[in-house]
């Protein structure tokens, strides 16, 4: 998969639109305005000692970036990765992170009035780092808070529920 | 009082050239303070600094500031125009100080967008009322005969087999410096001519000035000077003055004579070392006084320099740092294996030398002189030694010693503990000093010199030293040490460096809670520096600090273990080796030691520490590499060297620093081929093996 740099857009043509990727079988989408780039899967440098969603470092043109396996921040299985295995790198408050996902699919805008709170049910088994549901036609994509993947507080909050 | 809309850059601004005056001033104040006079200039330099942050602050209407500002602008009005002759300037100074404070509060107040609302109103009135002291001649100097000029001769001779009696009467010239108005001397050129020693031998060395002293101070004066056998002080007129001094052939006027000291200074210095202590002393400190006058003179004048952000240098600095890797990468590119390339190995030579000239610039001018470091500690030292009842004379050699910018930041604050335990547990009272027969004047000197690869800053006391037993036996009372037999002076002394250890009694304002040092040891390693410390009892405490010129590029080894390579920083590598089997020892709890000529050291397999998956897990396939710091050393188990290189320091993502369970990694550099290399902090890795 080649570089795919997504443009420096004005804060009003940011608005709405999600960066949609996936793990198995989930649709997830997280705000435009926090992607920086999409590039495909590098040479990871892996450092002991962090918690096995961090999987190192990657040299990303002279900046060194932190890389998360956004699969196993989400108490997935690891999966290894392949051709399809793409890292998005995000600007969340300052520091820039990649997010490792399974695929990247599609840019797409989300009216406000299509999304919607997550239905207060059953909290136990919930993903906490989705934040809203959007709705796209009939399908639905899970929009996740991107700070929470990248505190660590959420950790434990995460074990409690597994 | 700033409910005024100004925008930022315009605050940025004012901040950044009223500490710059700021800093200014206070070099001025101390320089007058050791000269206790103040001159033309100096009066000047008050009233203009003073005149430009009362303008700049009433116009971002800093009220505060501005009274401030105002009330001492027009002291130093009064005194410029009516040059009271009065003993003003300690006083002066205190006060003056006392003002830079409450200005630099509020200036920290503004940079911190807080509200300004320091009440200058105490300050304002005290200035005023100093100027009606001044105004009514509270300050009248004791000695009243300054008013007439003397005009002496002197003829010096100096003892037989003195040596370099030239040399020993220009000191004569140079002590009375500070206290005549004009000099002429006979033989006139002993400084540029060696054969003046064997005319003073023959004929005395005679002298002629003019002065506000009396004859008995100046023979007093006089007298002290070293080897002198006879002195004959007469007054004479103006007359046998100006006769004389067309005698004298003497074609030097003052400014010349000035511009000689200068050139000679130096060598005038280094051979009166070992003369006399007091001399040597008196030299320097004349040498002080002139010194910050000029500076200030210096970065007044001098316009073309900008003042760049540290960010826009730091991304500057990472850019040509990417610049050197992509070179590499594009040179040592693996398509080009094979190809006899000849046009291309010219230019790529020549592209080398570029980015290498430009990396060499980059550094260069992130570069800064350590003077303002050392000249804040001017200030700490005067505050200190005045509170303290102590009389400390601080000495400043080798300010002009470049050092990375980071670095600065780094040992500014261990810098100002050692100065003031130096001030505090070394130089003692000056009862003290007199009755162990040391000069009155303690003296602490702060010098930074350039070797090798590294800076060293020295901070050396005359003051009582370390006292061995009184460390040790604290040492045992905190329960640092099990037993104290066999340990070297210099591991005692390291003992100091020890968090929570203080020997001094009581708790002072300035010292004796036991943080500090090892703070300061910290700050040091940091930066990967190193102390040592020398200490001679009752003659005083040496204190080095070695630091790296620079952060940003190192020398380092890289090795590989399985997959991953690791870089060690060559300062702390003593040797690489393939282990013997049979050197190596296992203890019961399975911790592995190697015998290196009679001596053991315990190994750390790199691939166990950092979790790696590597086939090479038998020593003898491996290699060994002995590092070591300060005293301790600790064997490095890993698969091969790939080689030395010099490496740019990046530090790791703030994100990854947060998970503290990230050991023993100082930071990262890119290879050539653009992966990246883990580099070691060797000194945390010896402590978890200790």
């Known amino acids: 998969m080649g570089d795919m740099i997504v443009d420096v857009m004005d804060e009003d043509t940011q608005k709405g639109r999600y960066l949609i990727f996936s793990i198995d079988n989930d649709n997830y989408g997280i705000e435009i305005q926090f992607v920086v780039e999409i590039i495909g899967i590098q040479t990871i440098t892996p450092i002991s000692g962090l918690p096995e969603y961090v999987r190192g470092i990657i040299n990303l043109r002279g900046k060194i970036i932190p890389v998360i396996d956004v699969r196993l921040r989400f108490k997935k299985a690891f999966k290894e990765y392949n051709e399809r295995t793409c890292i998005i790198i995000v600007d969340i408050n300052g520091i820039n992170v990649g997010l490792i996902v399974d695929s990247v699919s599609e840019v797409v805008r989300i009216n406000e009035e299509d999304i919607s709170e997550l239905p207060n049910i059953n909290q136990k088994s919930q993903n906490i780092f989705v934040k809203n549901i959007g709705k796209i036609g009939n399908e639905v994509r899970l929009l996740l808070d991107c700070a929470k993947l990248l505190s660590e507080e959420y950790m434990e909050s995460l074990n409690e529920i597994v | 009082m700033s409910d005024f809309n100004t925008n930022d850059t315009l605050i940025d601004l004012f901040l950044f050239e009223t500490s710059q005056l700021l800093e200014q001033l206070e070099q001025v104040i101390l320089s007058t303070d050791s000269n206790n006079y103040y001159s033309e200039e100096d009066i000047n330099e008050v009233f203009r600094i003073m005149h430009t942050i009362k303008g700049s602050s009433a116009m971002m209407s800093y009220r505060s500031i501005f009274d401030i500002s105002h009330a001492v602008e027009d002291l130093f009005s009064y005194i410029r125009n009516n040059n009271p002759k009065q003993d003003y300037c300690s006083s002066l100074n205190d006060l003056i100080l006392n003002c830079i404070d409450f200005i ?28 009606d002291d001044l105004k009514n001649n509270k300050f009248i100097r004791l000695d009243g005969n300054d008013e007439t000029i003397n005009i002496f001769k002197a003829v010096v001779c100096f003892e037989d087999g003195c040596q370099m009696e030239n040399i020993r ?28 020693a064997e005319v003073i031998r023959k004929e005395g060395f005679t002298t002629c000035f003019k002065t506000y002293k009396s004859q008995d101070e100046i023979y007093e004066h006089l007298i002290k000077t070293l080897f002198v056998k006879e002195l004959q002080l007469t007054k004479i007129d103006e007359e046998t003055f100006e006769y004389l001094k067309n005698n004298f052939q003497n074609n030097q006027s003052e400014e010349n004579l000035d511009e000689d000291n200068d050139i000679s200074r130096e060598e005038e210095i280094v051979s009166l070392i070992d003369s006399d202590k007091s001399q040597f002393y ?13 500076e200030t003179h210096i970065s007044t004048t001098v316009q073309n320099i900008i003042s760049v952000s540290v960010e826009k240098l730091d991304k500057l600095m990472d850019l040509v740092g990417e610049l050197v890797i992509a070179e590499a990468m594009v040179l040592q590119n693996p398509d080009l294996d094979g190809l006899k390339l000849d046009n291309f190995q010219k230019s790529a030579s020549q592209l ?3 980015t290498n000239e430009l990396q060499n610039l980059v550094m260069s001018v992130r570069m800064v002189p350590l003077s303002a470091t050392f000249h804040r500690m001017q200030r700490i030292v005067r505050d200190m030694s005045k509170k303290l009842n102590k009389d400390v004379h601080l000495e400043i050699v080798g300010e002009e010693t470049e050092v990375d910018k980071n670095i600065i930041e780094h040992i500014t604050d261990p810098l100002m503990h050692l100065v003031r335990n130096a001030v505090d547990h070394g130089i003692e009272t000056p009862e003290e000093r007199e009755l162990m027969g040391k000069s009155k004047e303690g003296k602490l000197i702060l010098e930074a010199k350039n070797v090798g690869n590294d800076v060293h800053i020295i901070v050396k006391d005359d003051g009582k030293g370390i006292d061995k037993k009184k460390v040790l036996e604290k040492a045992k009372e905190n329960g640092l ?24 009694d009581s708790v002072t304002e300035y010292s004796g809670r036991g943080v500090g040092m090892d703070v300061v040891a910290n700050n040091i390693e940091a930066i990967g520096g190193k ?12 204190i080095t600090l070695k630091i790296p010129l620079t952060l940003a590029i190192i020398d380092g080894m890289n090795l590989k273990v399985g997959k991953s390579t690791f870089t060690i920083p060559t300062l702390s590598i003593k040797e690489s080796f393939r282990a013997n089997k049979q050197d190596i020892i296992t203890d019961p709890n399975g911790n592995e030691m190697i015998m290196v000529r009679g001596q053991c050291y315990p190994v750390l397999r790199l691939h166990e520490y950092f979790d790696v998956e590597t086939g090479v897990t038998d020593f003898s396939d491996g290699i060994m590499i002995m590092v070591s710091q300060e005293t301790k050393t600790v064997c490095v188990f890993a698969d091969r060297l790939l080689g030395k290189q010099q490496v740019v320091v990046k530090s790791l993502p703030q994100y990854i620093k947060r998970f503290n369970n990230v050991k023993s990694i100082s930071g990262c550099t890119l290879l050539g081929d653009g992966s990246i290399s883990l580099i070691l902090d060797v000194a945390s890795i010896i402590n978890d093996k200790n």
């Open chain 2, 104 to 131: 630099k509060i509020e200036l920290e107040k503004i940079s911190g967008r807080k509200n300004v609302d320091g009440d200058s109103a105490e300050l304002v009135e005290r200035i005023k009322a100093f100027l």
């Open chain 2, 169 to 196: 009467a220009f000191s004569v010239v140079y002590n009375l410096y500070d206290i005549i108005t004009e000099i002429i001397y006979y033989p006139s050129d002993i400084i540029e001519n060696d054969e003046s």
């Open chain 2, 282 to 294: 008196n030299e320097l400190s004349n040498e002080e006084k002139e010194k910050p006058k000029n």
């Open chain 2, 352 to 354: 080398s030398k570029i």
């Open chain 2, 481 to 504: 040490i099990d037993s104290f037999e066999n340990m070297s002076d210099e591991e005692i002394y390291r003992l100091i460096l020890m968090p929570g250890f203080s020997t001094k």
């Open chain 2, 531 to 542: 102390i040592s410390i020398e200490s001679e009892e009752n003659h005083g405490t040496q």
